[in-house]
């Protein structure tokens, strides 16, 4: 029961498992697992498969041997145990280089740095059977705004993706953008902070069609908005390219907790969303185990991201089968076919009927939806009571 199998599509990155416990005032407290190690380990635990930054694999000053080497290793480590490569990004954030921005830096080096770097990445990425490219823009905001005008660092990114749609087409690459939102840290702001922000950024790119989302559980929570929210806008918009799935106390710094770990509710929601929706990508844990654990605490983490998954999926079959939550959704859910048939669509002749038309507003405002009923039916749901 709830043993995770390829066909979830579940999927680690390799800097996720491969986290070696630093935090801003701590050294690492767990050494570094080699890829092809952690592919191996993930691959035992039933994962479907890994994505990575090119520096996750591919050392920052390596040379071009040393690269051609350590990616064919991979992809021997890949095939010998059945993993894939569904997602790939770049490394934008750590280098010293990157510190005032990458694709909104001030400095127009920085910029053509951080494309042909980028350019590289996605090379990489396609050469591992990568299908969805991520940005995630970590230093791409500001502490101060004295110097940066954000106007500036918005067109900039524009410029930035603008050019690598097009470097995609021109290799005839079969890849897809995914922007992924973030609304501070490691910088104070981050332009395009949320899942809203980012869809009415990508109306204005040149190839909008190439670019969605992909939305991390944790960087909504950290605004204080809502996760369900922000992915069900992705879905309706048709952007939502990837998933990252995680956890997290609301205006906290970014803690990217084990999958389910702190707010069953919204991860439970989370779940039901993507499993009704035609969403059929993977289903990756953008996550790290506590800092506190060692190489076995890693493992537990990795298993437990994916087996809350699969067990808030039997919740959100035990949900959708109960009778009584049946009942309460449909006394919730009052339709009145006459009606909808004016309000639907419009036409003069429905406005003017549904102006004529006379409304018992006392009688809509005394009318109990039963949300209670129905909210607590849903906590017994999840405490496995029904
Ligand atoms: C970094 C960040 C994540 C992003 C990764 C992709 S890197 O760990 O915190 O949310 O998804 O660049
Ligand atoms: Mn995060
Ligand atoms: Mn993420």
Known sequence: MYEPKAEHKFTFGLWTVGNPGRDPFGEPTRSKLAPAYIVKKLSELGAWGVNLHDNDLVPIDASAGERDRIVSEFKEALSDHGMVVPMATTNLFSDPSFKDGAFTSADARVRAYALQKTMNAIDLGVELGAKTYVFWGGREGSEVDASNNPLEGIKWFRECLNFLCEYVKDQGYDLKFALEPKP?????????????????????????????????????????????????????AGKLFHIDLNDQKMSRFDQDLRFGAENQKAAFFVVKLLEESAYGGPRHFDA????????????????????????????????????EIKAALEAYKLSDAEIENLSKSYSSASAQSLKNRSFDREALGRRGPGLERLDQLTVEVLLGVR
């Open 184 to 236: 501070n840290e490691p910088r104070a702001d981050i332009y395009l902070p949320t899942v809203g922000s980012a869809l009415g950024f990508i109306a204005t790119l040149d190839h909008s069609e190439m670019v969605g989302l992909n939305p991390e559980f944790a960087h909504e929570t950290m605004a204080g908005l809502s996760f369900v929210h922000g992915v069900a806008q992705a879905l309706d």
């Open 288 to 323: 790290h185990a506590l800092r506190t654990e060692d190489e076995a605490g890693v493992w537990e983490f990795a298993k437990g991201c994916m087996r809350t998954y699969l067990i808030l999926k039997e919740k959100v079959e035990v949900f959708n089968n109960d009778p």
